[in-house]
């Protein structure tokens, strides 16, 4: 079993930063491939960014030269720093643990998510 706690979420006006950190339970954190997925109302679900432990990451073509996805496997945690952001950067962010499945499916574990909002 394994536990996702994402933290850092908050509201930022447009073009503002924020840090995103997701702290993971159990010992195979360093095997996980780690994504954040964010959900705006009224939305489906979609990956923001995602990195494999191996160390290839993946982002969405929307937050590509803004959003950076990172990991610490000795304190279990991913990040999540955005930068310039949009309006449209607006909603709930959710971590995500997976061994298996591509980006695209809906696997493995989540974290309760945390709220961005963007706006002035």
């Known amino acids: 079993q394994v536990q996702l706690v994402e933290s850092g979420g908050g509201l930022v006006q447009p073009g503002g930063s924020l840090r995103l950190s997701c702290a993971a339970s159990?010992?195979?954190?360093?095997?996980?491939?780690m994504g954040w997925y964010r959900q705006a109302p009224g939305k489906q679900r979609e990956l923001v960014a995602g990195?494999?432990?191996?160390?290839?990451?993946t982002y969405a073509d929307s937050v590509k030269g803004r959003f950076t996805i990172s990991r610490d496997n000795a304190k279990n945690t991913v990040f999540l720093q955005m930068s310039s952001l949009k309006p449209e950067d607006t909603a709930v962010y959710y971590c995500?643990?997976?061994?298996?499945?591509?980006?695209?499916?809906?696997?493995?574990?989540w974290g309760q998510g945390t709220q961005v909002t963007v706006s002035s």
């Open positions: 995500n643990a997976r061994w298996a499945g591509s980006w695209s499916s809906i696997s493995g574990y």
């Open positions: 159990g010992s195979s954190f360093s095997s996980s491939a």
């Open positions: 990195l494999t432990s191996g160390g290839r990451t």
